[in-house]
């Protein structure tokens, strides 16, 4: 079973900054994709914010480019995401996300519980 912790959502004024972390802890042997989806108030669909792959390439919504940046540490199994210039759009609930392989060589995904984005205009 993997386990994933977010941390560092809150509130910030639009124009402002944050880091978001996941930690993923527990039976992995391996974790090929990390990455971050969103969920807006009211919608029902999370969408894709970024996602960084084991040898460092990245994909981010066209939303987020130029304005966020999302990087790893492998060694602890960690993924941040460096969000700044922050708008009302930016909203939501955050979402850690992390596809890999257990120990036992079976592939999982994960979610983490979500942390809550919100910027006030």
């Known amino acids: 079973q993997v386990q994933l912790v977010e941390s560092g959502g809150g509130l910030v004024q639009a124009g402002g900054s944050l880091r978001l972390s996941c930690v993923a802890s527990?039976?992995?042997?391996?974790?090929?994709?990390m990455g971050w989806y969103r969920q807006a108030p009211g919608n029902q669909r999370r969408e894709l914010v970024a996602?960084?792959?084991?040898?460092?390439?990245?994909n981010s919504a066209d939303s987020v480019k130029g304005r966020f940046t999302i990087s790893r540490n492998n060694a602890e199994n960690t993924v941040y995401l460096q969000m700044s210039s922050l708008n009302s759009e930016d909203t939501a609930v955050y979402f850690c996300?992390?596809?890999?392989?257990?120990?036992?060589?079976?592939?999982?995904?994960?979610w983490g519980r979500g942390t809550q984005v919100t910027v006030s205009s």
């Open positions: 996300y992390v596809r890999g392989y257990t120990n036992w060589n079976t592939d999982f995904h994960s």
């Open positions: 996602e960084i792959t084991s040898g460092g390439t990245t």
């Open positions: 527990g039976n992995i042997r391996s974790i090929d994709i």
